[in-house]
Structures are given as C-alpha cells and as structure tokens.
C-alpha cells in the first residue's frame, strides 16, 4: 500500500514538475507561420477558339482567325506550417500546407470556337470562357542546416510532398450562323485534376549582406520533387442544347516533375515579453513553381481514319500542358528557435 | 638442378608479384561494388489504346466513344556499379549500369481504334482489341562523387557525371470489325509504333544523408536529388497493315520520318534507409550495406513520336499548324541493394 502510495504521489509529483517544463521546452522549439501569397498562375491550354488558316473574307471580325487565351491574374492565398528544431541540433522537422483558389473569366466577339464562328457576312458570335483553379500542397519533412561562418547558412531539406490540383474549363459560344442559318448556341465544360504523392528535396542558402545589421538576410533556394499521381479527365459539349459529346476516359498515371524556386529577403528578432524571449520573423519572398506535363487532357485526341487517301500520320495521344504559378509572398514567424 | 631452377623463378615471381599484390589489395579496399534489386512500374503516358469519338453513339457499347489504357505492373530488374575511392581523399569514381524491361498487354472489346468502328446494331464482326507493350531502358553513368562531412552525423554528396541512357518503346495494336473507309469488315487492322530515344549528357546530383540515432551509428538516412540534360536521337517508325476477310493485305501507311535531335531534362530522386557495417573475414575487415530505397525518375518529353500529326488542308479547315506532341516516360518504386567493399563513408 505505502509503495503504491509512493508511486502514485511520485508520479503525481512528476507530473507537476514536468509538465511546465516540458511544455515550455517543446514551445521554445517550435516555430509557427503563416504567408500571405500573391500568385497568378501559367495559363497553358487555357486557349478560346480555334485558329483558322485561311484569309478571312473582307469584313471579318479580327478575332475570327486567330485563339485567344483567358489570362488568370493574381489571387490572394494563403500558406502555414510548423516547424520543430530538435533540441542540441541543427535539424528541424516541418509542417507546410499551402492553399490556392482562382477563377478568371473572359469574354470577346467574333471567336470561333465549339462549331460556332462568325459568318464573314452575318452575326457574330459571342464568345465567354471561365476558368476555375484549385491547388492543395502538402509537405512534411526534415531541415538540416549548416553555417560557413557567421553570415552564411545553407539549410537542406528532404520531404514527401502531397498534391492535389484541379482545373475547371467552361466555354460559352453562341451566334454566328454556321449550319443553315441557324443561330447557334455551344457549351464545353473540360476538367483536369491528379493527385499524387512524392518525394522531394531542397536547398536554401542565406546570407547576412551587412555585419551591423544581422537581422536582416537574403535567400534564394529551390526544390524538387517528383510526384507520382493519378491523371483525371472529364470533358464534355452542348451543342444547340443537346449533348454533342461526353468524354470521361480512365485515370491514367504519370510521374510528374515539379520545380519550385524562391527568393528574397528576411527580417528576424526577438521580442522580449514577460521576462521571455519570443523569437519573430517576417519574410518578403517570391515564388516560382511549376509542375511539367501536369494536365494529360484524357491522353487522347482526334484521331482521323488513316487511309492511303489521308496520307501517313502519327498516333495522336493527346497533348499536356504544364502548370505553373508565380508571385509573392508576406510570411510571420513566431516562436521556435533562429537557424 | 630444376628444383633450384623453380625455386628461383618463384622467389623472382614473388619479388615482383608483391608491389603488384599490394596494389590490388589497396584497390579492393577502396573498391565498393554494389547490386541492386529494382521493382519498379513505369508510367503509362502515350500507352492509350482508341480513339475518341464525339459524338454519342447510338446503342453505344460502353468502349465505343473511350479510350482505355495500357497498364504497367511492378516489375523485377536490376542495377549493378562500381565506386573507387581515391586514398587519402573524399572522392570517388563511379559507374553504374540500370537495366529495365517491362511488357505488359490488355485486350478489350469495342473499341473505336485505328479506323475499326464496332458498328452499333449491326455486329457482323464482333469488335476485338489486343494491344501489347514492350519497355527496354538501359542507363549508364559514370563520374565524381565528393563526399563533405559537416560532422560526424550528417554528410553531404555531391556528385557530377555523365550519363548515356537508351528508351525504347514499342506498341503494337490489332483490332478487327468494320472499317467505313475501307467500305468493307476487315479480319485484322494492325498497327506498330516504335519510338526509340538514345541520349548522352551531364548530370549533377546531391545527397543528403544523416545518422539519426547516436547510439546506433550504423544506420542512416538519405535523400538524394540527380539531374541530367541529355542530348538525345529520337527516332519513329509507325506503321499500319488492313487484312480484309479475302486476305487481301492493304498498307494503310508507313510512316519513318527523319531522326530529330533534342534535349531531354531528366530528374531522379531517391531516399531511404541505409545500414552499414565492416565484417571481420580472415583477418581482415570487408565493409558491407545494405539499403533500402526508392526511387523517381522521369524523363519529360521523352519520346516524340516523330514530331509531326495530320494537319487537315488549311483552305477547308480550322486548325493551328499541328507539330505531334512528345510524351514523358516515368519509372518509380523500392529497391534493395547489398555493397561489398570499399571504404565506410560515414
């Protein structure tokens, strides 16, 4: 009985002594932020209409010969992590989630597009397209940093990396008067998305410019990393209000490229608050990254009969197109220990 | 008198043989070489079997307006290299030798393909696909690696190299059923397409490896990165044979365009867990690891199917000028390696 007493008041007494300090311990090591990004996306294969190869007949609207592209512009959004640094180390463990959402729309009269073209004599079309973007990033990993020096640091960094990006394409074409007269009305919906998991690694290099002034450095560094996903597809098309075609192929897998480079500069401190000391930072950086082949579109396309008449072609399996964002980035830093 | 003879020549022998005995000696310790069992599945970009069509088949048989995909599986193959470390240095020489072969095959029904169109309601000849595939990939690199040991647990490689890689790509489809611009069913319509990629260039990698636990240094951690730009012949060959029910053979085409040249970017990143220890054998000690990784590669815009597609009379149609599309070709999954040799590098 005294003995389970003992160990049960000790273990209290533990507890009670412990808990704080571990806590505190583990809040001493751990940093948090968050960034504000600034980003506007690449737009390959986001193209409205096609592009005729004849002269237009005199009259023709300036539009009717050649594609248009819907420019997505900058969207506000937004990026978090954690990051622990191991006590007596110089390696850290890291958290990062990164979160992007734009949609973008443009209109524009006399394109030709979905089977609707403007007559060279007659009404023109009236041509919308939409696009709807989503990208979720994961990556968890560890950060070893090493210093040449007291103003030269390198930090190098392995991960897995989780990816997630969807693309809505809507086009809307209506007028013209290209079968018998009749005015037309056209709709394509086309949706690409993968997700997929990876490995990757990095490298960042810092420096302190000026010896008066260590607070401030500068950076610039780049990742890789290679995620093997499953490719998504889905399109289909309205024409005078009846289903012309639907086309939703089977997933497809792909091993995607991915390279992300950033630069920039930083400000850290420390706060001294209740007789503590809170380590701060806030960084102004820019952000390149773009994922190669990204969008398969279905790893298919029009293929015609291959006849001796026809003359010899290739197969035709479809086309990527990259995805690719830039701009940039505030991010706050709070807590953990300076690297 | 002979036995004095022989006595003498071996004395003579061994005199001689023993600088080069000590060369060899101080070569093997040196010497690591290394084999690794991959289990690897590669992506199925470009693996598309038919068409699609556009509009909505009548009575549509489920395959009629899909195209389905070749799959590859996980398959078994290897690597086997060499690395010598200069005495007295942090740099090695390295060559390494990867080999990959994979076929796969599926079969389906009704499936629009190579100009063969199950016709909806009729069936006079049920629509039947076989395709079949045949991946052979062979890589070799030789080159640099300098070790940098920040300290005693964590370790930096980076490394240097050139690199000649072979691709090669077979696809074979047949199908049979009607045939609209034949006019007439045909028996089989079968059609081959090679793409073959051969490529020589330098790379640059970089590879992380630290030792986690201080009590158990044997065992470590990595994460490495390689890339390459390679300076590649792409060569195409396509071509398409219809047999109609009388046995008539018609060659639709044979398309084997020039070779085109061109730079492929290359990335490559593995990571994993590594164990390392020297055994006492004979008196002496035989440094050996075992490593459990994974690997990604992926070549972007590997194969590029002769550059060029069917551009339709430009006084009749709509269509921008149309230069065929290229292909990525991917490779990932686990490996396990056994080293022999050498010197323990961390």
Known sequence: MKKLLAL??????????????????????????????????????????????QVPAAGAIDTFNRALFVQPGFSWDYNVGINYHFPHTHTRAFLDYDNFQDNKERQANGVRDLGAFPAAAGPTTNASARVEQHMDEWRLGLTHYLHFGSRFFVD????????????????????????????????????????????????????????????????????????YTKDKFHEYEYFNAELFYAYSPENSRSILGKLDIDFGIDYRNVLHMNNTKLRSGVTLGVRYMNIFNAFKNGNTYFNPFPTAAAGGFAANTGYPNDFGRVGPYLQFRIGGMHA | MKNLFALLVSLLAAQAATPLRAAADQFLEYTEVFVRGTYTKPS??????????????????????????????????????????????????????????????????????????????????????????LYATQEIRAGFKRLIPFHHRFLVDLGAFLEYDKLNRTMRE??????????????????????????????????????????????????????????????????????????????????????????????DVNFGIDYRRSIPVSGSKVN?????????????????????????????????ANTGHAEDFGRFGPYLQLSVGGQKTY
């Open chain 2, 174 to 267: 047949y199908i049979n059923g009607e045939h609209p611009a034949e006019g007439a069913p045909v028996e089989t319509s079968f059609r081959e397409t090679d793409n073959i990629v051969k490529a020589f260039g330098p790379g640059v990698g970089v590879l992380i490896a630290g030792i986690p636990f201080k009590s158990c240094k044997y065992f470590g951690l990595f994460g490495g990165v390689a890339t390459s730009l390679l300076y590649a012949k792409n060569r195409f060959d396509e071509s398409n044979v219809v047999t109609l029910l009388n046995g008539t053979q018609i060659l639709e085409y044979d398309y084997n365009p020039e070779n085109s040249y061109s730079i492929l970017g290359k990335f």
């Open chain 1, 156 to 227: 190098f960094s392995a991960y897995v990396e989780y990816d997630r990006v969807l693309q809505a394409f809507y086009e809307h074409n209506t007028g013209g008067a290209p079968i018998g007269g009749v005015t037309t009305t056209a709709f394509r919906e086309t949706d690409n998305s993968f997700d997929g998991w990876g490995p990757g690694v990095g490298f960042r290099i810092t420096g302190i410019p000026y010896a008066p002034c260590p607070n401030f450095s500068l950076f610039a560094g780049a990742m890789t990393t290679l995620l």
């Open chain 1, 8 to 53: 049960t008041l000790g273990t209290a007494f533990t507890a009670t002594v412990a808990t704080p300090v571990l806590a505190e311990n583990f809040l001493d090591y751990t940093g948090v932020y968050a960034a504000a990004t600034y980003t506007t996306p690449s737009n390959n294969g986001l193209s409205m209409g096609d592009m005729i190869t």
């Open chain 2, 44 to 133: 199925n970009n470009g693996l598309s079997i038919g068409d699609v069509q556009i509009i909505i088949p009548a009575a549509a048989l489920d395959r009629f307006n899909q195209a389905v995909f070749l799959k590859p599986k996980f398959k078994w193959d290897y690597t086997v290299g060499l690395n010598y470390r200069f005495p007295d240095t942090r740099t090695r020489f390295f060559v390494d030798y990867d080999h990959f072969r994979e076929d796969a095959s599926r079969t389906d029904n009704s499936i629009l393909d190579i100009g063969v169109v199950p016709p909806p309601g009729l069936n006079l000849i049920p629509v039947f696909e076989y395709a079949s595939l």
């Open chain 2, 288 to 320: 050996t690891g075992l490593t459990l990784g994974m690997r990604y590669v992926n070549y972007i815009n590997a194969f590029k199917n002769g550059n060029t597609y069917f551009n339709p009379f430009p006084s009749t149609d709509d269509f921008a």
